[in-house]
């Protein structure tokens, strides 16, 4: 389904697919394999307040491995749980995409978009069944929209592409 439509509006909208989030213990070690196995490449770290971690891309996916801080920014599964955390939905129009979600019976979890534009951003939704998807119209790093379009479907360039993570809290991890 290439094409849906927006229930509030009755527009047509383009959703893609395009990000992946797993929980992990050691994110650089779990980047190896999908590296080693499946030729993925790295596109970069992450080290906030949330989670730290490492970000993977197929040529179109964003595939992000990350090992969360506290239980409180896992959610009710806590940091140590392993295994697929979210995904992430790249919309046309993130006002429209978050209406059609709560009409679909989604609920807001949390995330903004911010009052400054051109800046990542991810808004949170949590589906009926309390899975969690990311809503954003600006994309995530390594991530392409549409396949086969030209440069400009690409997703944003990292923040701090050259950023090393802090693997300090990875147990039995690399420092």
């Known amino acids: 389904m290439e094409r849906q439509i927006n229930h509030n509006t009755g527009e047509t909208m383009s959703t893609k ?19 080693n ?9 992450t080290d906030s307040s949330l989670a730290r971690g490492v970000y993977l891309s197929d ?9 969360y801080k506290t239980d409180e920014a896992a ?27 709560e009409a679909a019976g989604g609920t807001y979890y949390m ?8 800046i990542f951003y991810e808004v949170k939704y949590r589906d009926p069944n309390g899975v ?3 809503l954003t119209d600006h994309g995530w790093g390594g991530a ?3 396949v086969g379009a030209d440069a400009s ?23």
């Open 17 to 35: 697919l395009r990000h992946i989030a797993i929980s992990v213990p050691d994110p650089w070690k779990t980047a190896e394999f999908y590296v």
């Open 37 to 45: 196995a499946f030729g993925f490449r790295k596109v970069g770290e």
């Open 59 to 67: 040529g179109v996916m964003s595939i992000a491995l990350l090992n």
């Open 75 to 101: 959610g009710e599964r806590g940091r140590d749980f392993v295994g697929l955390h979210h995904i992430g939905m790249w919309v046309d129009e993130i006002g429209a995409a978050r209406a059609s979600a």
């Open 111 to 118: 995330g903004e978009v911010p009052v400054k534009g051109n």
């Open 132 to 134: 969690i998807v990311d």
């Open 144 to 146: 392409v929209k549409d």
């Open 153 to 175: 479907s690409a997703g944003p360039a990292l923040r701090n592409p050259d950023l090393v993570a802090d693997r300090a809290g990875i147990v039995g991890g690399a420092t």
